[in-house]
Protein backbone atom coordinates (compact mmCIF):
# COMPACT_ATOMS: atom_id res chain seq x y z
CA UNK A 1 0.00 0.00 0.00
CA UNK A 2 1.37 3.29 -0.95
CA UNK A 3 2.45 5.88 1.78
CA UNK A 4 0.74 8.96 2.10
CA UNK A 5 3.16 10.83 0.29
CA UNK A 6 3.37 8.88 -2.48
CA UNK A 7 -0.35 8.86 -2.58
CA UNK A 8 -0.30 12.57 -2.83
CA UNK A 9 2.56 12.83 -5.48
CA UNK A 10 0.22 10.55 -8.06
CA UNK A 11 -2.86 12.92 -7.23
CA UNK A 12 -0.28 15.43 -7.81
CA UNK A 13 0.94 14.16 -11.47
CA UNK A 14 -2.48 13.53 -12.17
CA UNK A 15 -3.24 16.86 -12.09
CA UNK A 16 -0.76 18.01 -13.75
CA UNK A 17 -1.04 15.60 -16.45
CA UNK A 18 -4.29 16.95 -17.05
CA UNK A 19 -3.58 20.68 -17.42
CA UNK A 20 -2.65 22.18 -20.99
CA UNK A 21 -0.25 24.27 -19.96
CA UNK A 22 2.14 21.44 -18.54
CA UNK A 23 1.13 19.25 -21.69
CA UNK A 24 4.16 17.75 -24.11
CA UNK A 25 3.66 17.89 -28.30
CA UNK A 26 5.15 15.18 -30.67
CA UNK A 27 6.61 18.02 -33.10
CA UNK A 28 9.44 19.34 -30.57
CA UNK A 29 11.52 16.15 -30.13
CA UNK A 30 14.53 17.80 -32.25
CA UNK A 31 14.42 21.40 -30.96
CA UNK A 32 18.02 20.88 -29.80
CA UNK A 33 19.07 20.10 -32.92
CA UNK A 34 17.45 22.83 -34.83
CA UNK A 35 19.37 25.87 -36.19
CA UNK A 36 18.92 29.05 -34.36
CA UNK A 37 16.73 31.11 -36.70
CA UNK A 38 15.06 27.79 -37.24
CA UNK A 39 14.75 28.26 -33.61
CA UNK A 40 13.67 31.71 -33.49
CA UNK A 41 11.07 30.71 -36.43
CA UNK A 42 9.13 28.22 -34.35
CA UNK A 43 9.09 30.07 -31.04
CA UNK A 44 7.79 33.38 -32.75
CA UNK A 45 5.28 31.27 -34.36
CA UNK A 46 3.83 29.66 -31.16
CA UNK A 47 3.83 33.00 -29.82
CA UNK A 48 1.37 34.17 -32.44
CA UNK A 49 -1.22 31.87 -31.06
CA UNK A 50 -1.12 34.32 -27.62
CA UNK A 51 -3.08 37.57 -29.06
CA UNK A 52 -5.88 35.48 -30.63
CA UNK A 53 -6.54 33.27 -27.36
CA UNK A 54 -6.39 36.41 -25.47
CA UNK A 55 -8.97 37.93 -27.67
CA UNK A 56 -11.81 35.02 -27.10
CA UNK A 57 -11.70 36.53 -23.51
CA UNK A 58 -12.81 39.52 -24.44
CA UNK A 59 -16.09 39.73 -22.56
CA UNK A 60 -14.97 38.54 -19.84
CA UNK A 61 -12.14 40.97 -19.75
CA UNK A 62 -14.64 43.71 -20.37
CA UNK A 63 -16.32 42.92 -17.47
CA UNK A 64 -13.29 43.12 -15.07
CA UNK A 65 -12.42 46.74 -16.37
CA UNK A 66 -16.14 47.74 -15.85
CA UNK A 67 -16.17 46.19 -12.34
CA UNK A 68 -12.44 47.93 -11.49
CA UNK A 69 -13.42 51.24 -12.89
CA UNK A 70 -16.83 50.96 -10.52
CA UNK A 71 -14.57 50.66 -7.70
CA UNK A 72 -11.45 52.67 -8.33
CA UNK A 73 -14.38 55.67 -8.36
CA UNK A 74 -15.70 54.54 -5.29
CA UNK A 75 -11.98 54.52 -3.79
CA UNK A 76 -11.59 51.27 -4.03
CA UNK A 77 -8.09 49.81 -5.26
CA UNK A 78 -6.62 47.15 -7.17
CA UNK A 79 -4.84 44.46 -5.96
CA UNK A 80 -2.95 41.61 -7.96
CA UNK A 81 -1.82 38.35 -5.98
CA UNK A 82 0.33 35.73 -7.90
CA UNK A 83 3.79 33.28 -7.26
CA UNK A 84 6.58 33.41 -9.38
CA UNK A 85 6.04 34.60 -12.73
CA UNK A 86 2.58 35.02 -12.42
CA UNK A 87 3.61 37.38 -9.07
CA UNK A 88 5.97 39.11 -10.96
CA UNK A 89 3.80 40.15 -13.78
CA UNK A 90 1.51 41.50 -11.16
CA UNK A 91 4.22 43.73 -9.25
CA UNK A 92 5.47 44.76 -12.70
CA UNK A 93 2.19 46.24 -14.10
CA UNK A 94 1.35 47.87 -10.32
CA UNK A 95 4.58 49.86 -10.22
CA UNK A 96 4.26 51.33 -13.79
CA UNK A 97 0.70 53.03 -12.81
CA UNK A 98 2.23 55.96 -10.41
CA UNK A 99 4.75 57.28 -13.48
CA UNK A 100 2.17 56.50 -16.66
CA UNK A 101 -1.28 57.71 -14.89
CA UNK A 102 -0.44 60.01 -12.12
CA UNK A 103 -1.91 57.42 -9.07
CA UNK A 104 -1.09 57.10 -5.57
CA UNK A 105 1.38 54.34 -5.33
CA UNK A 106 -1.37 52.39 -3.18
CA UNK A 107 -4.12 52.33 -5.74
CA UNK A 108 -2.77 49.38 -7.65
CA UNK A 109 -1.05 46.80 -5.92
CA UNK A 110 0.99 43.77 -6.34
CA UNK A 111 1.41 40.92 -4.11
CA UNK A 112 3.78 37.65 -4.70
CA UNK A 113 4.22 34.85 -2.58
CA UNK A 114 7.65 35.25 -0.64
CA UNK A 115 7.28 38.67 -0.39
CA UNK A 116 9.95 41.39 -2.28
CA UNK A 117 12.61 38.86 -2.13
CA UNK A 118 10.67 36.91 -4.59
CA UNK A 119 10.52 39.70 -7.23
CA UNK A 120 13.86 38.76 -7.90
CA UNK A 121 14.70 35.33 -6.88
CA UNK A 122 12.71 32.38 -6.22
CA UNK A 123 11.11 31.77 -2.59
CA UNK A 124 10.97 27.81 -2.29
CA UNK A 125 7.34 26.55 -1.35
CA UNK A 126 6.16 30.16 -1.43
CA UNK A 127 3.47 29.09 -3.38
CA UNK A 128 1.72 26.09 -1.32
CA UNK A 129 1.15 28.52 1.23
CA UNK A 130 -2.93 28.57 1.05
CA UNK A 131 -3.39 31.57 3.81
CA UNK A 132 -0.25 33.83 3.09
CA UNK A 133 -1.85 36.17 0.66
CA UNK A 134 -5.02 36.16 2.74
CA UNK A 135 -2.87 37.41 5.57
CA UNK A 136 -1.37 40.04 3.28
CA UNK A 137 -4.78 41.47 2.04
CA UNK A 138 -6.02 41.76 5.73
CA UNK A 139 -3.04 43.96 6.35
CA UNK A 140 -4.08 46.45 3.32
CA UNK A 141 -7.31 46.11 5.62
CA UNK A 142 -9.29 45.03 2.28
CA UNK A 143 -12.80 45.85 1.78
CA UNK A 144 -15.82 45.31 -0.76
CA UNK A 145 -14.66 48.57 -2.76
CA UNK A 146 -11.08 46.72 -4.05
CA UNK A 147 -10.86 44.58 -6.40
CA UNK A 148 -8.52 41.69 -6.37
CA UNK A 149 -7.25 39.84 -9.26
CA UNK A 150 -5.35 36.30 -9.22
CA UNK A 151 -2.64 35.27 -11.49
CA UNK A 152 -1.99 31.64 -12.04
CA UNK A 153 -1.03 29.76 -15.60
CA UNK A 154 -2.34 26.17 -13.56
CA UNK A 155 -5.31 28.19 -12.28
CA UNK A 156 -4.70 25.99 -9.12
CA UNK A 157 -1.87 27.69 -7.39
CA UNK A 158 -2.53 27.29 -3.63
CA UNK A 159 -1.50 30.91 -2.65
CA UNK A 160 -4.27 32.59 -5.04
CA UNK A 161 -6.21 30.37 -4.18
CA UNK A 162 -6.67 31.16 -0.97
CA UNK A 163 -6.15 34.86 -1.24
CA UNK A 164 -9.52 34.84 -4.49
CA UNK A 165 -11.10 32.94 -1.41
CA UNK A 166 -10.27 35.40 1.45
CA UNK A 167 -11.24 38.69 -0.92
CA UNK A 168 -14.69 36.81 -1.96
CA UNK A 169 -15.28 36.51 1.42
CA UNK A 170 -14.94 39.88 2.26
CA UNK A 171 -17.25 41.05 -0.23
CA UNK A 172 -14.37 42.40 -2.61
CA UNK A 173 -14.61 41.87 -6.55
CA UNK A 174 -12.63 39.05 -7.30
CA UNK A 175 -10.81 37.98 -10.66
CA UNK A 176 -9.00 34.94 -11.66
CA UNK A 177 -6.59 35.23 -14.92
CA UNK A 178 -5.54 31.71 -15.80
CA UNK A 179 -4.29 29.15 -18.95
CA UNK A 180 -6.15 26.50 -18.09
CA UNK A 181 -10.00 25.93 -18.75
CA UNK A 182 -11.99 24.81 -15.68
CA UNK A 183 -9.57 26.46 -13.57
CA UNK A 184 -9.43 26.51 -9.67
CA UNK A 185 -9.10 29.83 -9.23
CA UNK A 186 -11.74 30.63 -11.74
CA UNK A 187 -14.39 28.60 -9.89
CA UNK A 188 -13.29 30.76 -6.77
CA UNK A 189 -13.84 34.18 -8.66
CA UNK A 190 -16.38 36.49 -10.21
CA UNK A 191 -14.79 36.83 -13.31
CA UNK A 192 -12.93 33.91 -14.80
CA UNK A 193 -9.94 35.23 -17.57
CA UNK A 194 -9.10 32.03 -18.74
CA UNK A 195 -6.93 32.26 -21.69
CA UNK A 196 -6.36 29.23 -23.19
CA UNK A 197 -2.51 29.52 -24.70
CA UNK A 198 -1.98 25.20 -25.03
CA UNK A 199 1.60 23.76 -24.65
CA UNK A 200 4.51 25.57 -23.71
CA UNK A 201 7.51 26.00 -26.11
CA UNK A 202 9.34 24.27 -23.32
CA UNK A 203 7.15 22.19 -22.09
CA UNK A 204 5.39 23.57 -18.74
CA UNK A 205 7.90 26.82 -18.88
CA UNK A 206 4.67 29.08 -17.97
CA UNK A 207 7.09 32.03 -18.37
CA UNK A 208 6.74 31.81 -21.73
CA UNK A 209 3.04 31.57 -23.66
CA UNK A 210 1.20 31.75 -20.54
CA UNK A 211 3.04 34.55 -18.96
CA UNK A 212 3.03 36.51 -22.28
CA UNK A 213 -0.88 36.08 -21.89
CA UNK A 214 -1.21 37.27 -18.27
CA UNK A 215 1.04 40.47 -19.80
CA UNK A 216 -1.58 41.31 -21.93
CA UNK A 217 -4.65 40.90 -20.00
CA UNK A 218 -2.97 42.85 -17.28
CA UNK A 219 -2.02 45.65 -19.99
CA UNK A 220 -5.64 45.75 -20.54
CA UNK A 221 -7.15 45.65 -17.10
CA UNK A 222 -5.12 49.05 -15.89
CA UNK A 223 -5.02 50.73 -19.45
CA UNK A 224 -8.31 50.57 -19.97
CA UNK A 225 -9.75 51.19 -16.47
CA UNK A 226 -7.38 54.20 -16.47
CA UNK A 227 -8.79 55.21 -19.90
CA UNK A 228 -12.21 55.53 -18.52
CA UNK A 229 -11.68 57.27 -15.06
CA UNK A 230 -9.71 60.17 -17.46
CA UNK A 231 -6.02 59.92 -17.33
CA UNK A 232 -6.08 59.87 -20.82
CA UNK A 233 -6.78 62.34 -23.84
CA UNK A 234 -7.08 61.71 -27.26
CA UNK A 235 -5.12 58.71 -26.92
CA UNK A 236 -2.18 60.35 -24.98
CA UNK A 237 -0.87 60.37 -21.18
CA UNK A 238 -2.23 63.45 -19.80
CA UNK A 239 -1.50 62.31 -15.63
CA UNK A 240 1.75 61.09 -16.12
CA UNK A 241 4.41 61.81 -13.77
CA UNK A 242 7.50 64.06 -14.99
CA UNK A 243 9.90 61.98 -12.94
CA UNK A 244 12.65 62.39 -15.16
CA UNK A 245 14.34 64.44 -17.71
CA UNK A 246 12.53 61.72 -20.60
CA UNK A 247 9.18 62.09 -19.18
CA UNK A 248 9.50 65.95 -18.64
CA UNK A 249 10.29 66.31 -22.50
CA UNK A 250 7.59 63.58 -23.24
CA UNK A 251 5.07 66.40 -21.15
CA UNK A 252 6.41 69.30 -23.23
CA UNK A 253 5.72 67.32 -26.58
CA UNK A 254 2.38 66.23 -25.17
CA UNK A 255 1.38 69.82 -24.82
CA UNK A 256 2.64 71.12 -27.84
CA UNK A 257 1.00 68.42 -30.16
CA UNK A 258 -2.17 68.78 -27.91
CA UNK A 259 -2.84 72.05 -27.47
CA UNK A 260 -1.14 73.45 -30.92
CA UNK A 261 2.06 75.87 -29.32
CA UNK A 262 5.48 76.40 -29.47
CA UNK A 263 7.52 75.06 -26.81
CA UNK A 264 8.15 78.00 -24.85
CA UNK A 265 3.93 78.58 -24.62
CA UNK A 266 3.65 74.71 -23.67
CA UNK A 267 6.36 75.05 -21.16
CA UNK A 268 4.77 78.53 -19.37
CA UNK A 269 1.33 76.64 -19.16
CA UNK A 270 2.95 73.35 -17.68
CA UNK A 271 4.76 75.67 -14.98
CA UNK A 272 1.52 77.37 -13.86
CA UNK A 273 -0.07 74.11 -13.40
CA UNK A 274 2.89 72.87 -11.04
CA UNK A 275 3.72 70.57 -14.17
CA UNK A 276 0.48 68.94 -14.18
CA UNK A 277 -0.03 68.02 -18.44
CA UNK A 278 -3.83 67.86 -18.10
CA UNK A 279 -3.90 71.14 -16.32
CA UNK A 280 -1.78 72.72 -18.91
CA UNK A 281 -4.06 71.45 -21.75
CA UNK A 282 -7.05 73.11 -19.75
CA UNK A 283 -5.72 76.05 -19.45
CA UNK A 284 -4.61 76.76 -23.08
CA UNK A 285 -8.24 75.25 -24.53
CA UNK A 286 -10.11 77.78 -22.52
CA UNK A 287 -7.79 80.77 -21.34
CA UNK A 288 -9.19 80.01 -17.89
CA UNK A 289 -6.42 80.64 -14.71
CA UNK A 290 -4.92 78.01 -12.99
CA UNK A 291 -7.04 77.93 -10.16
CA UNK A 292 -10.09 78.41 -12.36
CA UNK A 293 -9.14 75.07 -13.74
CA UNK A 294 -8.12 73.06 -10.96
CA UNK A 295 -11.60 73.57 -10.13
CA UNK A 296 -13.87 72.67 -13.18
CA UNK A 297 -10.86 69.51 -13.04
CA UNK A 298 -12.07 68.62 -9.59
CA UNK A 299 -16.25 69.05 -10.74
CA UNK A 300 -15.52 66.72 -14.03
CA UNK A 301 -13.84 63.76 -12.01
CA UNK A 302 -10.38 64.70 -13.68
CA UNK A 303 -12.03 63.95 -17.00
CA UNK A 304 -10.59 66.67 -19.51
CA UNK A 305 -12.96 66.72 -21.92
CA UNK A 306 -15.97 67.25 -19.64
CA UNK A 307 -13.62 70.18 -17.97
CA UNK A 308 -13.23 71.65 -21.20
CA UNK A 309 -16.76 71.40 -22.32
CA UNK A 310 -17.82 73.04 -19.03
CA UNK A 311 -15.27 76.12 -19.06
CA UNK A 312 -16.19 76.99 -23.44
Not at 46 to 60: C, F, L, N
Not at 93 to 110: I, K, L, R
Not at 166 to 179: C, K, N, P, Q
Not at 263 to 272: F, G, Q, T
Request: aromatic share 2%; with cysteine.
Amino acid sequence: MPNDDTARLTSLLDVLSSLGTEASTTDRGDLDLLGTEELVRRMNEEDHRVPAAVGERGSEIAAAVDGITDRFRRGGRLIYIGAGTAGRVGVLDASECPPTFGTDPSMVVGLIAGGETAIRSAVENAEDDLHAAAASLRELGLSERDTVVGISASGRTPYVVGGLRFARDEGALTVAIASNEGSEIGAVADIAIEVVTGPEFISGSTRLKSGTAQKLVVNMLTTLSMIKLGKTYQGVMVDLLATNEKLHARSIRTVTQLAGVGIDEASAALAAASGSVKLALLILATGASADAAATALADADGILRNAIASLS
